[in-house]
Structures are given as C-alpha cells and as structure tokens.
C-alpha cells in the first residue's frame, strides 16, 4: 500500500501561481496511476488531472487545460501539480490520489489528507 502526504497550498492573488507536491511512502509509486482532484466550499469533490505510471500521458478537466500541469518524479516517489495563471474559482482543498488502473471511472483507494489553495481577488 502506498500512503500519500500534500504540500505546497497557500494564500495567492488571481493570476499568481503555486506547486503542489504530493510525496507517497512505499516501493510501488511507478505501480501507481496518480491523479490529483479538488473540493470547493460547498461542492462535491472534482478530479484535476491525472498521470500515467511513467509520466508520458496526462489528463486533465477542462477547466484547468493549458493552466495547471501535472508531472511526477518516480525517483523522489513524488507527484506534482503546477498552478498558473489562478483564479479565485480554483480555491479549494486539494487532494492527489493514487490507483493502479487508468481511466474517467477509476475509484481512486488511496488519498491524502488535502491541502488548501486560496486565490485572493
């Protein structure tokens, strides 16, 4: 099993920028589909992107296309998240996860315990 620890949220003006880290213990982070997702005040949860085992396809909702990226780093078992270009409708709890199946349906089994982004107007 892998267990998952964000970093990295934060107070920050609409267009500014952050990078969420998402560190998991274990010998099995390539094993694993990462994805990360997010939930506003109010709101249900919603997934963000997600990246492959090796990091060579992502996926993204498309509201964060061509703003956020996600990238992973399987020698430092770490997955990342970089916010650009942040509005203040991206401020939420946000939360990676991790699966070893691909695909929209993927009932993600392991999830951190969040970190919070706020965008300031």
């Known amino acids: 099993q892998v267990q998952l620890v964000e970093s990295g949220g934060g107070l920050v003006q609409t267009g500014g920028s952050l990078r969420l880290s998402c560190a998991a213990s274990?010998?099995?982070?390539?094993?694993?589909?990462m994805a990360w997702f997010r939930q506003a005040p109010g709101k249900e949860r919603e997934f963000v992107a997600r990246?492959?085992?090796?990091?060579?396809?992502?996926y993204y909702t498309d509201s964060v296309k061509g703003r956020f990226a996600i990238s992973r780093d399987n020698a430092k078992n770490t997955v990342y998240l970089q916010l650009n270009s942040l509005k203040a409708e991206d401020t939420a709890v946000y939360y990676c996860?991790?699966?070893?199946?691909?695909?929209?349906?993927?009932?993600?089994?392991?999830w951190g315990q969040g970190t919070q982004v706020t965008v300031s107007s």
């Open positions: 996860a991790a699966d070893p199946n691909w695909g929209s349906r993927v009932s993600y089994d392991v």
């Open positions: 274990g010998r099995t982070f390539s094993s694993f589909v």
């Open positions: 990246i492959s085992w090796g990091g060579s396809s992502t």
